[in-house]
């Protein structure tokens, strides 16, 4: 079982920047994607980005592309979201998770942590 753990969230203003973490307890074929998801009150939880250890992949959401990066510390199981340019409509709870491979719907994903808040005030 792939324990993923993020940090990094917080209260910024618009314009502002965070930076996300999630360290994976292992790397396994099946948590060889890792990728960010949120969730806004009330909405369902929308992709943000993916990054897939073997090959090097990456994909964006429309909505974050230019705005937010996905990196990778290989040495510490951890993968990043730089989020810069923050806007209140990015305002939503984060979640990391693991799948086989790269996806953007969250049904393809096989572990989830527990989510860390971001707030953008205007």
């Known amino acids: 079982q792939v324990q993923l753990v993020e940090s990094g969230g917080g209260l910024v203003q618009a314009g502002g920047s965070l930076r996300l973490s999630c360290a994976a307890s292992?790397?396994?074929?099946?948590?060889?994607?890792m990728g960010w998801f949120r969730q806004a009150p009330g909405k369902e939880r929308e992709f943000v980005a993916v990054?897939?250890?073997?090959?090097?992949?990456?994909r964006y959401a429309d909505s974050v592309k230019g705005r937010f990066t996905i990196s990778r510390d290989n040495a510490k199981n951890t993968v990043y979201l730089q989020m810069n340019s923050l806007k209140p409509e990015d305002t939503a709870i984060y979640y990391c998770?693991?799948?086989?491979?790269?996806?953007?719907?969250?049904?393809?994903?096989?572990?989830w942590g527990q989510g860390t808040q971001v707030t953008v005030s205007s």
């Open positions: 990054h897939r250890w073997s090959g090097n992949n990456t």
């Open positions: 998770a693991a799948a086989l491979s790269i996806a953007t719907s969250p049904g393809w994903y096989d572990y």
């Open positions: 292992e790397r396994t074929p099946r948590s060889d994607a």
